[in-house]
């Protein structure tokens, strides 16, 4: 099965400063998704990217896809105290002819006021 | 659209009773997922569906774990006998599209459950 790795696990940042989150890929990406999740809640749909070199933004939220790496980054701008949360990064994967969507075990964001 | 909507949120339950989660879909989305959270083990996939036909449930742990969608806008998910290491947050997801690649998933707020 399909396999990401996050990093990093944990990021406490200031407001107002820039952050970077990682997802690295086991297999080919054939769809990446960014997820937001507030503790006790379910997930949020943030961002999804096919295509390899794809960037897309929402507000001060950044995903680019790196297809060639299997990697894809979100790039948070003057991170502000509504920003934290867990961000998980998932991926469509082929199990036969089953999809298999399955999630990185996530980044913890906490953003100091 | 009220989104995913699952029952109960919340679940206490002894260890060996039987514990019964449900999840009604966004209408119209034809693929469900139940994934399992836990502190340890991270977002885990346990079964998909597909126009109502389980397609893979490779990530359901063991028998005591069977998942159900006799319609296209209900599912449930039903653990028997339950053990306290079942106790995690059960989260159900729909999205749209023949086979679900390339389209977002939406998920429910979970069933958070606990066996003492």
């Known amino acids: 099965s399909q396999e990401l790795e996050q990093s990093p696990q944990s990021l406490i940042v200031q407001e107002g400063k820039n952050l970077t989150i990682n997802c690295t890929s086991s297999k080919t990406l054939y769809g990446l998704y960014w997820y937001k999740q507030k503790y006790g809640e379910g997930l949020i749909f943030l961002m999804m990217?096919?295509?390899?070199?794809e960037e897309k933004s929402h507000e001060k939220i950044t995903a680019k896809l790196d297809e060639k790496k299997q990697q894809s980054s979100l790039h948070i701008t003057a991170s502000q105290p509504s920003h934290a949360g867990i961000y998980l990064c998932?991926?469509?994967?082929?199990?036969?002819?089953?999809?298999?969507?399955?999630f990185g075990s996530g980044t913890q964001l906490t953003v100091l006021p | 659209d009220a989104g995913v909507i699952q029952s109960p949120r919340h679940e206490v339950t002894e260890m060996g009773q039987e514990v019964t989660l449900r999840c009604k879909p966004i209408?119209?989305?034809?693929?469900l997922f139940w994934y399992r959270q836990t502190m340890m083990r991270g977002l885990e996939l346990l079964i998909y569906f597909n126009n109502n036909v389980p397609i893979d449930d490779s990530g359901m742990p063991e028998d005591r774990f069977s998942a159900k969608m006799p319609n296209a806008s209900f599912s449930t998910l039903k653990i028997q006998p339950s053990e306290p290491r079942d106790s995690a947050v059960y989260f159900c997801?729909?999205?749209?599209?023949?086979?679900?690649?390339?389209?977002?998933?939406?998920f429910g707020q979970g069933t958070r459950l606990t066996v003492v």
């Open positions: 997801a729909s999205s749209l599209g023949t086979g679900g690649f390339g389209t977002e998933a939406f």
């Open positions: 998932g991926a469509d994967g082929y199990s036969g002819s089953a999809r298999q969507l399955t």
């Open positions: 990217l096919q295509k390899g070199g």
């Open positions: 209408s119209g989305h034809n693929s």
